[in-house]
Nanobody, 118 residues
Framework: QVQLVESGGGLVQPGGSLRLSCAAS????????MAWYRQAPGNQRELVATITSGGSTNYADFGKGRFTISRDYAKNTVYLQMNSLKPDDTAVYFC????????????WGQGTQVTVSS
């Protein structure tokens, strides 16, 4: 079983920055891809960014040039640095991990609220 705990959300003014963290705990053989998703009220959950076990990254168009996903393998933690935040970035941000423990399973964190408002 794997637990993912996000932190770092909050209220920020437009143009500001936040750094989200997601720490994995529990037991596993290998964590492959990790990702951040977000869900705004009334909207479907959407992909923000992914990072593979090898460190390759991919971003949704809305995040390119503003968001950076990174990973600390020793701490089993994935980060999302968000700069130049806009009101449209307001959402609950969820961490996701694709884990191998004899079979593959996807785990989700509980989410952290990000609100961009003046």
């Amino acid at each position: 079983q794997v637990q993912l705990v996000e932190s770092g959300g909050g209220l920020v003014q437009p143009g500001g920055s936040l750094r989200l963290s997601c720490a994995a705990s529990g037991s596993w053989l290998r964590i492959d891809d990790m990702a951040w998703y977000r869900q705004a009220p009334g909207n479907q959950r959407e992909l923000v960014a992914t990072i593979t076990s090898g460190g390759s990254t991919n971003y949704a168009d809305f995040g390119k040039g503003r968001f950076t996903i990174s990973r600390d393998y020793a701490k089993n933690t994935v980060y999302l640095q968000m700069n130049s935040l806009k009101p449209d970035d307001t959402a609950v941000y969820f961490c996701n991990a694709y884990v191998w423990s004899g079979s593959y399973r996807t785990y989700w964190g509980q989410g952290t609220q990000v609100t961009v408002s003046s």
